[in-house]
């Protein structure tokens, strides 16, 4: 089998820094030699995005586009210059997530109404809005990958909102990999256990939750932004090709402990 991805089109989306998962996950696809699309929320973001993309080694034909998941028209329009730009694309990795910092603390209880909308919007809506706009550009078939945590499956302290948002998004997930099984478009999730991220940043005790990885979690340590990477290499790539619908989790076993 050929798992080299050479000649194969990728949209990631959600680069915020060198930290990010999507940048792991973009490294990992580079490295099969897949062309790469990347989109950021804001301009803003633009810079480090163009300057980490320079870092790729080898040939570099990186396309760059800002798209904010919350605007139909903007992902519309994004879909639309991609497909004018390079025609086809084999897949997207979508690794946005947002919840009002005041939301990720203390009780879920006091989730605002404003405060559920805008988690469920940008973290498991534009999943559904991406799939859609995507569609017609995955002509030859395609992997869709989304990131998920364990705060959708069970409680875990803090996460509150987000993890109401993300138990939405792999209900998603499944209901688009039934809908865009027939074109020949799988779609999975990604379960990563935490990795020290900008979203990570100031939200809850990190310290305190990476100790209990290494004290409980099967393999005794975090995972890796490369190894996340080399599993969504794995959903893009034909490996996979009768894997649909499915969470994948990458989080050194932590959530077989009861
Ligand atoms: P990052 O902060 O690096 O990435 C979050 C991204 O979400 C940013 O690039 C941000 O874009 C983007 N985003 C937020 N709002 C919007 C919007 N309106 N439109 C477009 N993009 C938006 O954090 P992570 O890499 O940690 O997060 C990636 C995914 O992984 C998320 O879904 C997260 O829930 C998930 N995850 C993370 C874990 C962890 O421990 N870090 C564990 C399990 C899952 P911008 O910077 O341009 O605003
Ligand atoms: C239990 C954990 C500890 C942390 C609790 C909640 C984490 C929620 C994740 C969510 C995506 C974080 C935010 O939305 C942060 C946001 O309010 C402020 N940050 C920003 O605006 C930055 C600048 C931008 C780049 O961030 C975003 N998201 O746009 C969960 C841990 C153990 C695992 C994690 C971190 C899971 C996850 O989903 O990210």
């Given amino acids: 089998m050929n798992l080299s991805l050479e000649g194969r089109t990728y949209v990631v989306m959600g680069v915020a820094n060198k930290r990010s998962i999507a940048w792991g996950i973009a490294r990992s696809l580079h490295e099969a030699g897949a062309r790469l699309i990347f989109t950021y929320a804001s301009e803003r973001f633009e810079k480090s995005v163009r300057d980490l993309a320079d870092t790729l080694e080898g040939e570099n034909n990186s396309l760059f586009y800002e798209c904010d998941v919350t605007n139909d028209e903007a992902i519309i329009q994004t879909f639309e210059n991609i497909q004018n730009d390079v025609g086809v694309i084999h897949g997207l990795a979508h690794c946005i997530a947002f919840a009002n910092r005041d939301e990720l603390k203390d009780e879920f209880l006091n989730t605002s109404r404003d405060g559920f909308l805008t988690a469920h919007n940008i973290s498991s809506y534009s999943l559904t809005a991406v799939a859609r706009a995507s569609k017609p550009l995955m002509s030859e078939g395609g992997s869709i990958i989304t990131m998920t945590y364990l705060g959708g499956e069970q409680v875990v302290q803090n996460y509150n909102?987000?993890?109401v948002a993300k138990a939405?998004?792999?209900?998603?997930?499944?209901?688009?990999a039934n809908d865009l099984g027939k074109h020949n478009i799988?779609?999975?999730?990604?379960?990563?256990?935490?990795?020290?991220?900008?979203?990570?940043?100031?939200?809850?005790?990190?310290?305190q939750i990476l100790q209990e990885i290494e004290e409980r979690a099967p393999l005794r340590r975090p995972v890796t932004q490369e190894e996340v990477g080399d599993t969504a290499y794995y959903l893009m790539s034909d490996l996979s090709r009768g894997v649909t619908g499915e969470v994948i989790h990458v989080d050194s076993g932590f959530n077989i402990i009861g």
Avoid: H, W
């Fill in 168 to 176: 939405s998004l792999d209900a998603s997930m499944k209901y688009l």
């Fill in 186 to 207: 799988r779609v999975n999730a990604i379960s990563a256990g935490p990795i020290r991220t900008l979203s990570a940043k100031g939200v809850g005790d990190f310290n």
């Fill in 161 to 163: 909102v987000m993890g």
